[in-house]
């Protein structure tokens, strides 16, 4: 059955003056969209671009992802001196979606801004490889997925990380592999 949405492609070319140029394409249809950032050196370029953007879209629709509603914001009670709270018994902010970063025993609630693609393939399977890659820092105990990361490039940290064991992890520092945010 086919889909009766309209698909709308938004392809932004900002001037430049350099050899190569930047671009953004965004392609979308009813609630489902895909974004990428990429350079190109010829017009020629752009078809494969959008080819590339709506191959994603494509990956996207056949397996869409679950995002569930947040908690209802309650009205907090009055803090009293006996209130100890942690920071990490805050629940998440509404409206804020959470992904589930998979670890070697269950998985773990992170939002979703806190894991940045900055260069580099920021399509479909580059994002579910940052999110086994976050669960393999976790798991090392370099990333508590409280605070913001951003992987440069997914590709070179996975060459980095490939042959670690968890155990590995205590002998560097986050920020061997990945930028914090």
């Known amino acids: 059955m086919t889909d009766k949405a309209p698909l709308i492609i938004t392809l932004t070319l900002p001037e430049s003056a350099d050899e190569t140029k930047p671009g953004t394409l965004l392609v979308e249809r009813n609630y489902l969209a895909h974004v990428r950032q990429f350079s190109y050196t010829r017009l020629s370029d752009l078809g494969d671009i959008i080819a590339e ?3 994603a879209l494509a990956v996207v629709a056949a397996d869409p992802p679950v995002i569930a509603e947040g908690p209802k914001a309650e009205p907090k ?3 009293t001196h006996k209130t100890t709270a942690k920071a990490s018994d805050a629940p998440v902010e509404a409206g804020e979606p959470t992904i589930d970063i ?3 025993k269950g998985s773990l609630k992170v939002k979703i801004s806190h894991l940045k693609i900055v260069d580099g393939d920021t399509d479909a399977e ?9 669960g393999r820092l976790v798991d090392g105990k370099l990333w508590d997925g409280k605070t913001p990361i951003r992987f440069e490039d ?3 940290a996975e060459r980095k990380m490939k042959h670690l064991t968890a155990a590995d992890f ?3 520092t986050l920020e061997d592999f990945i930028q914090p945010a």
């Open 102 to 104: 998979p670890l070697k």
């Open 170 to 172: 205590a002998l560097f």
């Open 77 to 79: 009670p009055a803090a």
């Open 154 to 156: 997914v590709y070179a």
């Open 53 to 55: 953007g709506l191959m």
């Open 126 to 134: 580059a994002y579910a490889l940052a999110m086994r890659l976050a």
